[in-house]
């Protein structure tokens, strides 16, 4: 999203897997142990929805131009928080960076990922994006993960409207593989 709004931003490495988010000093910045957190001047925020939507309303970008579609848009928020991102980014964690190899955990989270894929599967074989023809923050909140196909473990090809999705979010201006964004990451 910042990259997307032209912002000038700078991301501080965490490193996560040697328990940096679980140090005093970052939990001071979140509570929950976390990533990701902004920092925008004295304000910090936590939980990726959140950030969204404050960075939405701040550049005046990717947002709905009415009350109700902002409540749409925050829907999709709220759907990827509860039944794609929690189900996915467990999944990779588990097969990617814990080494758990395929368990039964593995398999429930896959199910459940797929399910909601099929939910935003059908939604973007009718749209060009989620709740629309132009891109918002529900977009940018459900496709984080998906560019790390590879290492989700889902394969795609029974989703060709999200593959193509992806893409149209893909050519953006500004739009960087999550990959590009994160400094110090294990698998770079």
């Not at 404050?54 to 999709?76: C, Q």
Request: hydrophobic letters at 45%; one cysteine or more.
């Amino acid at each position: 999203m910042l990259n997307l709004c032209n912002a000038d931003w700078e991301p501080a490495f965490v490193d996560f897997f040697n328990g940096a988010h679980r140090e005093a000093d970052y939990l001071k910045l979140n509570e929950f142990g976390e990533v990701p957190v902004l920092e925008a001047g004295e304000l910090v925020l936590s939980q990726s929805g959140v950030i969204l939507d404050y960075l939405a309303e701040s550049f005046e970008a990717f947002d709905g131009e009415s009350v109700p579609e902002h409540r749409e848009i925050m829907r999709w928020l709220f759907f990827d928080n509860h039944k794609l991102t929690s189900y996915v980014a467990t999944l990779r964690f588990l097969t990617q960076f814990a080494d758990t190899g395929e368990t039964d955990v593995t398999e429930f989270l896959r199910l459940r990922a797929v399910s909601a894929l099929k939910i935003v599967e059908r939604r973007v074989s009718e749209s060009a994006f989620v709740t629309g023809d132009k891109p918002t923050i529900a977009d940018f909140s459900l496709c984080g993960y998906l560019y790390f196909e590879d290492e989700i473990t889902i394969d795609f090809a029974a989703f060709p409207a999200i593959v193509e999705w992806l893409g149209r979010i893909k050519e953006l201006p500004g739009w960087a593989h999550p990959y590009d964004l994160m400094p110090g990451h294990p698998r770079k």
